[in-house]
Each structure stands twice: as C-alpha cells, then as structure tokens.
C-alpha cells in the first residue's frame, strides 16, 4: 500500500470537489490537521471512515486503497465493506469505552495521590522529588485522557491554547526526566557509599583531637568540645574511633575513656561543666550551654549533642573511678554498638529519629534564628 500515492489521490479528489481542506474535515468531524496529514501520505484514514470518504467522493473503496480510478464498485463488494466498517467501529468503540474509563480513573488516583503528598509534605528532598514526578505523570494521564475521549483535536484548532499546554507539558516531562535522573544518581552514589570501608583507630596514642576537629568537624557538626585537648594527664586511656568519610557524609563513632587523679578529674568536671558555644549570624550572637542529664544515660552526662543531624556528643561520669567516657556517634547503628552498650541511651527506641526530625535535636553547635529559613551552625563560622 502505498501512503503517497494514496494522499495524492485524495488530494486530487478533493481538488476536483473544489473544496478547502478545513470543509472536508468538517463533513468528517475530524481536523484540518488530520487531512493534511492523509493527503501528505504521512497517515491514512481510520477504516471506519474509508466508506464515508469514498460515498463523500463518489468513488469505491478500492480506488482509494489504491490511489487511483477504478472500475464501479458492484453492491455485493460494498455492502461486505460497509460491514467490515460497521465491525471495525463497534470493535473500536468497546476499547475506546474501556481507555476512556481507565484514563479518567488514572487522572483521579494520580490526582488524589498528589493531594495526599501535599497534605503530608515537610519539604525533604525525596518528597519534592516524589511530587514533581507525580505531577509529570499528572500531566501525561490528562494527554491520554483528552486524545481517548476526542478532546485532543478541538483543543488543537485552539492554537494559542493547545501551545500554552505543549510548553507546560514539555517543561513537566524535562522537570521529570531530571528528577528521575537525580534520584537515579543519588541511589547510585548512596550504595557506593554504603560499600565505603571504615576506617578504624585505636590506642591512646592515636588520640588526637586537632585532626579530628579538621577532618570531621564540618561533616559531624561538632567542634569536638567535649573531648580534652590531649590525655597527657590521665592514668590509663582506652581509645577507639571507627569512622568512614563518604561522599555525602561521614559516619561512624568515637569512644575515649580516660581514668585520672582526682585533682585532675574534678578539673575536667569543671571544664566540661563550663562548656559554650557561641553562634553568630548577622550580628546577634547566642551563647549555647551544654546539657546535663542524671537519667538518659547509665552515667551522668554532659551533653553536647543529641541526635542533630543524627550526630550524638557527650560526657559520661563515672564518679566512683573518677573515670570520664567522651563519645561521638554519628548515624548510630544500636544493634551493631552493642559492645558499647553501657556507654548507650538506656531507651534504644530514643535513636529512631525520623528525617524531619533531627533538626530539632538538642545541640550547642547550631541555632535557629528567629526569621531564618535554615540553621546557623558552627562549622559555617569557622
């Protein structure tokens, strides 16, 4: 079959009919679009209106299969044609009845869905992502839905209209197509992080807090304060640090445990009581106090930080061996910290800390201001 041959043939056709493109697609309750295209050969006519076309030009099916004058097509041939038409309608009609209703429904779910995501919104990454593909796909169901239900072609002859959705469609499927390439990259990136080793130190003389400050404080929110300068002083320490620098963030925990004289332990007390932090931000300043607690822990506790941002950094006290365990935990794994339990929140469900909610976390390390969408935090300062 041959499209151009037959697209010259309704054109000459419609030319010795002596009408315009736009009249012929009225008789038809098609578009003037959808003409050109078939007197172009760049499609045909649906099945079910070859008939119509052909009683409209007074001529037989076969001359326009074949793109040219035939001899009269008999009664006999005519009336199977007609009954192919009148199968091919019917058959046609049932599916389209069918795409219709799922269309609508589509549109319904994915609106509802969308209504749901915003209702529940708190602005992490991952909801924004999830909306915007929701939205992508929003837009899609409604292009399928307005061409099954024949709406697509009047809104086509509305040209400024049908222009204004093009563009809006076109920039939802560019927004959406980035979305899922982000997310797609994140994953990718997210498990070559996970597969990172650690890094693990121990021993007391691998204790050094300036390398700490300048290889994590950034990643970790932390200024390290709780931890001393040096052990220099103590009477034995038991030092471990397991910590793995990834793409997005590090991870992992610090443990020191130091046993001193007296003297020297009743100072550290002092120094750990009198801890602040101060952050600054366009010229106020708040002065943060570290936190004490008798009860979230087994020991006596100063607190620096309990679980901003997932990082954990405190002080426990041991009174009775003048002994001082100083921890950091960054995405603590409680099931796998368990040689460190005694060192842990006596509540474990308290590290279940869902995602919108690590901002609100104690620390001393940063500082909502009033009027600020974000924190202050003082590693920014540094």
Known sequence: MD???IGLFLKKLRKEKGITQEAFAEELNVSGRTVSRWETGSSLPDISLIVEIADFYDVDVREIIEGERKSEMNEEVKDVA???TDYAVNEKSRILKWMQMTGFIGVLVTTGTIIFQCLSFRGIPFQKWSLMLSGG?????VIITLYVN?????LIQKKALFRAVKIVTVALLVISVYFVTSIVSVFGIGLMDYALPFTTTQGAEKYDKGKLVEKYSDDFDSGFFVFPDSVDHSLSTTYEAKLKTGLFDSDGYIVLDT???ETDF???LQRLAGITCEITYEGETVRKKIGYDEDMYRYPAYIASDGFDYNYEYALIDHEKNRIIYIHLSYPDYGKLQEFRDYLKINSKEYE?????????DTIYAHKFEGLDGWIEYSDMK
């Open 266 to 268: 009743n100072a550290e």
């Open 3 to 5: 499209q151009k041959k």
């Open 353 to 361: 800390l869902e995602n919108d909610a690590v901002l609100d976390r």
């Open 82 to 84: 007609n009954k192919m």
């Open 259 to 261: 046993v001193y004289h």
């Open 150 to 154: 024949g709406l697509m072609e009047k």
């Open 137 to 141: 796909a929003l837009s899609i169901m």
